[in-house]
């Protein structure tokens, strides 16, 4: 009854290759099913404690409230049905397909930090991302915030990721780990896994953490992302026309990340960042930095030296500008929002075709998303594409392609086919069409 | 039996398990509960109800500390008891309230306190850790995981602004002062509401009496429209999410399009403006808009309210962890400043 979905979309029987046409739907569906056939899905660990949701092409999440009573029972429905993308919850339910929300029971849950290159503004997305104004057609390369034409604001954006964008979601990531490890002292149940798409999942799925109230999520998210910040409550307070602060060797936490961050702007000599973060003439800054091993000694035992006649004044400055740079960039809906569901570790991400990795912590720094999470083969693919920028993957470059046919191995075709930009040369209706 | 000491001990932190050991010992019975414990119940209530200046919080509690062992059992039982009133008249912004009071009477105490025992084995009577700072410069330290069990609401108390190393927070005496009393918020909060199960008959008749009375009263207090011209910036975040997505001209489903709007009559926002909201959305028909949105504000008639942050829930409508149990009283508490609730900061 919950499938009735996936048989109205997927009413036809597979007619394989031979001389019938074959829709782009039904090819993809193909090559996914092929691929849930030779695979034994692991994840998620609690697997009948979790509440599931699928997704067609185009939608990621089209039905939900799903349950399955084992992980064999998961792995049959991703071979029968196929679906284009497979989220859980983080959260672990009494009755996970009960509704609404409130009748499953929440018992507890893990906690999901997600880190997207979307949210990171990289600049790499200048030259592989397009963007098209949705009042006037106007249509271009890039990220803009308004319509280069008619100045409407209401733009729909066409984006990719590359291997760049990958690697400054991973440092991200890192400094993530480093806070969870460091500060929280979390250091058991971390799993992370490749998005399948443009960036990574951390799982905190340790016992410590699973029990947390909704609102100590919060305090821990804002702790990750440095929201509400308050310098005095972490201590620098003013007195007598003089900032001072707790002594760099009793400091913890943030108070100690905007000292370290303040020290190594120091060290930097970059006296024009300095005149920029504290609002004062490149003398000044140049006077600070001149003096920067007095001024850090001086720091270091919680006194602000008198730089000026706003000394006070340049310090908050310095301090909010150093940490405004050191909060992480992680989705907050995801990590708050305890009914949302992410992508299931191990399966298809329906937008790229590429699998949701695992990966080991230890070998992140090397773990190249766009060639490893590559699961389809290379048997030659003809096809239409629409538009795309130059792709780097599985190895291998392609493109860029403007309404030309082409010649792919078949894990680019899927990659192209899946993002919507391309469709099989022998049959020219688009699939958006096809789902009309 | 009791010493004094422990009595007033108990009497200061009533929701102690102390307290807890009193009552029992003490053989407390709901159905003979002496008048004088009714009547102080309610007062806590009424008192509770809304806030006051620093001065007379002071005297309010500092009466508890000359009493007799007799009125020091009063309070005692008055807290159970006035729980269960306030459970019986289920309005969640007066157990906030009631919570606030006891959050403030802690801090109260506790910065009158001398013995440090007593400060660290306050937490523990919590259900808490608290041990001396192993590290020089701070008072205690308490486990990141159970410093997470009190109540965020004031800057000071974020996460983010707490000295933590290695999943443990360090605090000086006055910030320790105020975990536990943030603590104790949280504790008598989430401890309501109480079973109604056998509760005496009139318990249920003394509370509606109260609920009718306070009502009233805050009747005549609270008009939204008092605060104002409408002020996106003080929406709460569900609102603001549905508000801009139509304004962007996305398409948001029936429930959303329903609750803002009733959100925003509640505010107090001209219909003109509302429909006018409404005129980016995929199949607007400004003639139905207008009359839907005519109906909600009722004129006089049948209104419809917004609904409460866990019917948003229900709705996958609410996409943060506000302090609130209601958006309108997220948009309340912003318009005022939300300043009645930090009169405990550090320079007092
Ligand atoms: S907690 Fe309440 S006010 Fe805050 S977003 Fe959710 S529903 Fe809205
Ligand atoms: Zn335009
Ligand atoms: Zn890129």
Redesign the pocket.
């Known amino acids: 009854m919950v499938f009735g979905l996936f048989l109205k979309l997927f009413p036809h029987p597979w007619y394989g290759f031979g001389d019938h046409v074959v829709s782009d739907l039904d090819f993809l569906t193909e090559r996914f099913r092929s691929f849930y056939q030779k695979t034994n899905v692991s994840e998620p660990p609690g697997v009948e404690f979790r509440e599931f949701g699928y997704g067609i092409f185009g939608k990621k999440i089209s039905g939900r409230h799903l349950n399955f009573v084992s992980l064999a029972e998961f792995n049959s429905f991703l071979r029968s049905q196929v679906p284009f993308y497979v989220s859980y919850s983080p959260a672990f339910y009494q009755y996970p397909a009960n509704r609404p929300m409130a009748a499953k029971e929440l018992l507890h849950s893990d906690i999901v930090y997600e880190f997207d290159a979307d949210d990171l503004k990289t600049p790499c997305a200048q030259e592989h991302d397009f963007w098209e104004?949705k009042?006037?057609?106007?249509a271009g390369r890039g990220v803009v915030e308004a319509?280069s034409?008619?100045?409407?604001s209401s733009i729909a954006a066409d984006q990719w990721v590359c291997e760049n964008c990958l690697e400054t979601v991973k440092k991200q990531v890192f400094r993530l780990v480093d806070v969870i490890e460091n500060d929280f002292g979390f250091s058991d149940g971390l799993d992370f896994n490749f998005s399948g798409s443009k960036g990574f999942h951390i799982h905190l799925r340790g016992k410590s953490v699973q029990g947390l109230s909704a609102k100590a999520r919060v305090e821990l998210l804002d702790f990750v992302t440095g929201t509400n910040l308050d310098l005095q409550s972490l201590g620098f307070s003013e007195s007598n026309n003089a900032l001072r602060c707790t002594p760099f060797r009793s400091s913890h936490g943030w108070s100690k990340k905007i000292l370290e961050a303040l020290h190594e702007l120091l060290e930097s000599g970059d006296a024009s960042r300095l005149a920029v973060a504290g609002s004062v003439s490149i003398r000044t800054a140049n006077k600070v930095i001149e003096d920067k091993t007095a001024v850090w000694e001086s720091v270091q035992k919680g006194l602000f030296p008198t730089v000026s006649s706003k000394s006070v004044v340049f310090w908050k400055n310095v301090l909010e500008f150093v940490s405004s740079d050191l909060g992480l960039s992680v989705d907050r809906q995801t990590s708050m929002d305890q009914y949302k569901i992410i992508r299931v570790p191990e399966t298809l991400h329906g937008s790229t075709g590429l699998l949701a990795k695992k990966i080991i912590f230890n070998s992140l720094s090397s773990f190249n998303a766009l060639e490893e999470s590559v699961v389809f083969g290379n048997d030659p693919v003809k096809l239409f594409v629409s538009r795309a920028p130059k792709i780097r993957i599985g190895g291998e470059s392609f493109g860029p392609f403007e309404n030309q046919e082409t010649e792919l191995p078949e894990f680019a075709a899927v990659f192209l086919l899946c993002h919507g930009a391309a469709t099989l040369a022998e049959n020219h209706v688009p699939l958006k069409e096809a789902l009309r | 039996m009791f010493s004094i000491d422990e009595l007033r001990f108990a009497s200061k932190f009533p929701f102690s398990a102390t307290s807890r050991q009193v009552l029992k010992l003490n053989g407390f019975e709901l159905n003979r509960v002496p008048a004088q414990v009714l009547k102080k119940a309610v007062l806590l209530i009424v008192f509770a109800q809304k806030p006051h200046k620093k001065a007379e919080y002071e005297k309010f509690f500092s009466e508890r500390q000359i009493g007799s062992s007799d009125l020091l059992l009063t309070d005692v039982q008055a807290f159970p008891v006035a729980k269960i009133l306030l459970s019986a008249m289920n309005q969640p912004e007066f157990f906030d309230r009631f919570a606030d009071l006891f959050a403030r009477q802690t801090f109260f105490y506790l910065s009158l306190e001398s013995n440090k025992e007593t400060l660290l084995g306050l937490a523990n009577e919590m259900n808490s850790k608290a041990h001396p700072s192993s590290k020089q410069g701070f008072f205690a330290q308490v486990a990141l995981t159970d410093f997470l069990e009190a109540n965020f609401r004031e800057d000071f108390m974020k996460l983010v602004n707490q000295q933590l190393d290695s999943g443990t927070i360090f605090l000086n005496r006055n910030d320790f002062c105020r975990f536990l009393s943030e603590l104790s918020r949280e504790r008598v909060a989430s401890s309501l509401p109480v079973s109604l199960e056998n509760v005496p008959k009139n318990f249920v008749d003394v509370s509606r009496q109260l609920k009718e009375q306070l009502a009233f009263r805050k009747r005549q207090e609270f008009d939204f429209k008092s605060l104002g011209s409408v002020d996106q910036d003080a929406f709460p975040p569900c609102m603001a999410k549905i508000y801009s997505e139509l304004l962007a001209g996305q398409n948001v489903n029936h429930p959303g399009r329903f609750n803002l709007a009733t959100f925003l009559v509640a505010i107090g926002m001209p219909t003109d403006q509302i429909v006018d909201a409404f005129k980016g959305a995929p199949n607007f028909d400004e003639k139905v808009t207008r009359y839907q949105v005519e109906r909600i504000a009722g004129h006089g008639k049948a209104k419809y309210s917004p609904s409460s942050c866990a019917k948003m829930r229900e709705y996958e409508l609410c996409v943060a962890n506000c302090p609130v149990t209601h958006p309108l009283q997220f948009y309340r508490n912003q318009k005022q400043g939300a300043k009645t609730a930090d009169a405990q900061s550090a320079s007092e």
């Open positions: 104004c009042s006037c057609h106007a319509c034409s008619c100045g409407g």
